[in-house]
């Protein structure tokens, strides 16, 4: 949303309603900017004015970034006719311009990061920035050292043209490791143990770029960034 803002489109957005029932309250006289009733819709506000709607504050919360530890069984979509979606478990004012920055599997774990600022969350996506994410992957065959080999130099991925790019991969146990990839291909991980004769069991996002899933999160829970950890 942009400042100044016309009065009508204001409401409707925060409030989530169509413009013709913004404008219609805003002429009944169910709008103030800043303790004054304003009935003219296409009035300019600005984002520091105080607007009420039906006597209720509206408040414009600007560009916001949440951590959510995402469980099993939720899917990173807006809208979904089958499972749970990651803002099912949100409780936010304004849910409609909210965006996942890099969606996990519906059985994958983990840190997902959701923000209204597009800017921010094609930083963290595009392979141009070269941020990596970090997962710790639970396999059903033992681990090779020449397969973290492959891992590490790039595999052929199914159905893409180049190899992946160097990754970083460290053996925790035979079954065991912890991915690092600066690409976000379609199922990159559970294709790249795939392509080394693998297969994925669990998957758990740990971290993006230089935000660490907050271990004092429950599954499900979320909190705001921090402004440090907002800078990418
Ligand atoms: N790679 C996958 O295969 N799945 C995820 O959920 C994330 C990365």
């Not at 979904?80 to 990651?86: A, E, F, R, S």
């Not at 990596?132 to 065959?141: I, W």
């Not at 690409?183 to 294709?191: F, I, L, S, T």
Request: aromatic share 8%.
């Amino acid at each position: 949303m942009k400042f100044p803002c016309r009065l009508d489109k204001f409401i409707s957005h925060l409030a989530e309603l169509p413009r013709s029932k913004a404008k219609a309250g805003i002429k009944s006289k169910l709008a103030t900017v800043n303790g004054e009733i304003v009935t003219a819709f296409d009035y300019s506000i600005n984002a520091t004015d105080d607007i009420t709607w039906h006597g209720n504050p509206l408040k414009f919360l600007g560009k916001r970034y949440l951590m959510l530890y995402k469980p099993a069984g939720y899917v990173c979509a807006n809208s979904d006719d089958m499972h749970p979606t990651v803002f099912d478990l949100l409780d936010e004012p304004i849910m409609s311009d909210f965006h996942v920055a890099g969606r996990l599997d519906i059985d994958t774990t983990g840190l997902v990061l959701i923000t209204n600022d597009g800017d921010w969350s094609h930083k963290i996506t595009s392979p141009k920035h070269n941020k990596f994410k970090t997962y710790l992957v639970e396999t059903q065959e033992p681990l090779t050292d020449d397969a973290l080999a492959q891992l590490r130099q790039g595999v052929q991925l199914h159905n893409e043209k180049d190899l992946t790019r160097p990754a970083k991969a460290e053996a925790l146990a035979s079954y065991s490791l912890r991915l690092s990839i600066s690409e976000g291909k379609y199922h990159q991980v559970k294709r790249m143990l795939a392509a080394v004769n693998n297969k994925v069991v669990e998957l758990h996002r740990e971290k993006i770029a230089n935000i660490e899933l907050d271990h004092s999160l429950a599954q499900g829970e979320y909190r705001p960034l921090t402004e440090q950890e907002q800078q990418l």
